[in-house]
């Protein structure tokens, strides 16, 4: 427990302040002006006990929040490492993989794609929004040996890199990247931003759609086109999961589907950044 400058002050006013009133107790009452003195000190003595106490309890209540925060800190941490090693136990990937977290998928979310591909063996996957989501996809598709990624990317920038990621992993039968710049598309007589559909050529029902773009900041609950857009395209059976299912307005747009898509069901997934898992029922 620290002793601030202010601490000592008090005291040296609080010594003063006994000094001063026993002299004057001594002048005013003589000798029994070590009674007052006495009282005094005591008083003092119990307020600095006091004062002392109350802080040591509030030192520990911080360092117990400190240790709580470490723990769930080192808690996420350890899930995500044993995400990432399960992924790669299976993935086997041929040279390193760029970094998850951040602006990519964490792990969590990365092993529930891997889960889902070999689980439901899909045979067209549509992603919105390129990177190392794309990655683990298409290594889940060659590693059951079929399928087909397409992943639609906004930023030309990105939509290079991720192509290349592809290639030199020797991902190029599996997976496709699409530049698509996001432009206007109407829902419902209003106007929103999504992924310039033409310039694809989804010519498969999708089994599984898969949800981490637009970004947020290209526009209010920015992923909300994407049931609206793609629904007529979704296979009878369907999956869908979306990334940053923790966010106000991913929170929002799955309320909003469910209020128009009566067949579809909705799991929340309690990952290090959320996620939805909702199934279209034929
Ligand atoms: C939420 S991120 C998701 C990317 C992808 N689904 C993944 O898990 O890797 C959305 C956007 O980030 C951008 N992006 C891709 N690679 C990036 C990088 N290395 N740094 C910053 N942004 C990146 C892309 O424009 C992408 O559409």
Known sequence: MEIKKIDILVVLAAFAFLTAVSLIALWL??????IVTMILSTVL??????ETYRRSGRVRDEQTSLLHFAHRE?????????????????LKPLIPFPDTRGWAASPDFLKKLV???????PEYILEASSGVSTLVIAYCLKHIGSGRVLSLEHDQHYAQITED?????????YAKVVYAPLKDA??????????????TDIDTPIDLLVIDGPPEKTQRLARFPALPLLYKNLNGESTIIMDDGNREDET?????WQGEYHDVDCEYLEFEKGAFLLRKKK
């Open 252 to 256: 929002e747009i799955v309320k909003l």
């Open 165 to 173: 990621l592809i290639s030199s992993h020797g991902l190029g039968d």
């Open 45 to 50: 003595v119990l307020l600095i006990v006091f």
């Open 29 to 34: 009452v003589g000798n029994n002006a070590i």
């Open 74 to 90: 080192n808690e996420c941490y350890y899930r995500q490492t044993e995400a990432l090693f399960s992924i790669f136990t299976v």
């Open 115 to 121: 889960e889902l591909i070999l689980g439901e063996k």
């Open 186 to 199: 109407e829902i419902n007589g209003k106007m929103w931003l999504w992924y310039d559909l033409s310039l």
